[in-house]
């Protein structure tokens, strides 16, 4: 669902002469396990979630909303809001000076994070899912060069959730990043471009089943709006289906 080569992205980092950027998107709940931007010791870095203390990492602004008799708002955004995305962008003279200036023993630093492993249990002679982290996993990351982008020169930037980001990390029914969640998100996502076009009529059992191909969808929102208007005119979609490449609509 990642947007490659984001002409926003890239404008956004262009117009403020950034060495670096990164996005993010914002975190969904207190169980969401994803790495976070954040300063260290003065060093901006990519903080695994198992580092953070869970009164650090649940940690949340106030509310912005008043409360009432009957009513008490939503928290507000958590103080560790900027999710790793793992999308990077990166000017070519820094990234040059970089690997001149810094020994590679400093760049590649390796990061602890903890997992939870499936593994075999001998005792019961079956594969068994862990209820909680029981591994360690040592990662050397890309994102070791934050540690050089001098502060003015790294820009982060957050971005919608629902439409940019859905890893898939594990098998279904084990995290929300998995194989389901993110055919959900990209149908959800496809639903929303159909609605937005005039004169197509997008009945109910249509509604998040009809997925829009890649190759099309790629063209971007406004011209998939208008060739989708001008070839699917008055056409009635109605069923669970399938945008080719071409622009043709398929029942499944």
Same mark, same amino acid.
Request: aromatic share 10%.
């Given at each position: 669902?990642?947007?490659?080569? =984001?002409?926003?992205?890239?404008?956004?980092?262009?117009?403020?002469?950034?060495? +670096?950027?990164?996005?993010?998107?914002?975190?969904?709940?207190?169980?969401?396990?994803?790495?976070? @931007?954040?300063? $260290?010791? *003065?060093?901006?870095?990519?903080?695994?979630?198992?580092?953070?203390?869970?009164?650090?990492?649940?940690?949340?602004?106030?509310?912005?909303?008043?409360?009432?008799?009957?009513?008490?708002?939503?928290?507000?955004?958590?103080?560790?809001?900027?999710?790793?995305?793992?999308?990077? !962008?990166?000017? +070519?003279?820094?990234?040059?000076?970089?690997?001149?200036?810094? =020994?590679?023993?400093?760049?590649?630093?390796?990061?602890?994070?903890?997992?939870? @492993?499936?593994?075999?249990?001998?005792?019961?002679?079956?594969?068994?899912?862990?209820? +909680?982290?029981?591994?360690?996993?040592?990662?050397?990351? @890309?994102?070791?060069?934050?540690?050089?982008?001098?502060?003015?020169?790294?820009?982060?930037?957050?971005?919608?959730?629902?439409?940019?980001?859905?890893?898939?990390?594990?098998?279904?029914?084990?995290?929300?990043?998995?194989?389901?969640?993110?055919? $959900?998100?990209?149908?959800?996502?496809?639903?929303?471009?159909?609605?937005?076009?005039?004169?197509?009529?997008?009945?109910?059992?249509?509604?998040?089943?009809?997925?829009?191909?890649? !190759?099309?969808?790629?063209?971007?929102?406004?011209?998939?709006?208008?060739?989708?208007?001008?070839?699917?005119?008055?056409?009635?979609?109605?069923?669970? *289906?399938?945008?080719?490449?071409?622009?043709?609509?398929?029942?499944?």
């Amino acid at each position: 669902m990642g947007k490659i080569l =984001d002409p926003v992205y890239i404008g956004y980092a262009k117009s403020n002469s950034l060495s +670096a950027a990164i996005k993010t998107v914002g975190r969904e709940d207190d169980k969401d396990s994803v790495s976070v @931007v954040a300063v $260290k010791n *003065g060093v901006t870095g990519i903080i695994e979630s198992s580092e953070l203390p869970a009164g650090v990492r649940n940690k949340r602004h106030p509310s912005t909303e008043p409360a009432g008799y009957f009513y008490t708002p939503p928290p507000g955004p958590y103080f560790y809001n900027n999710g790793n995305m793992s999308d990077f !962008l990166i000017d +070519a003279t820094f990234l040059m000076s970089m690997n001149s200036e810094h =020994d590679n023993n400093v760049i590649s630093k390796y990061s602890k994070a903890t997992k939870k @492993v499936e593994f075999f249990d001998l005792s019961l002679q079956q594969q068994v899912q862990p209820a +909680a982290e029981n591994g360690y996993v040592f990662e050397l990351n @890309v994102h070791s060069f934050l540690q050089h982008v001098p502060a003015d020169k790294l820009g982060v930037f957050q971005v919608d959730r629902a439409t940019e980001f859905s890893p898939i990390t594990d098998k279904d029914g084990v995290s929300r990043y998995c194989p389901s969640n993110a055919r $959900k998100q990209i149908l959800d996502e496809a639903t929303q471009w159909l609605s937005a076009v005039p004169n197509i009529k997008l009945g109910y059992y249509a509604k998040g089943n009809v997925e829009i191909s890649f !190759l099309y969808a790629y063209r971007g929102e406004t011209m998939l709006h208008e060739d989708i208007a001008a070839k699917l005119v008055e056409t009635e979609i109605n069923a669970p *289906g399938y945008i080719t490449h071409l622009g043709d609509y398929q029942k499944k």
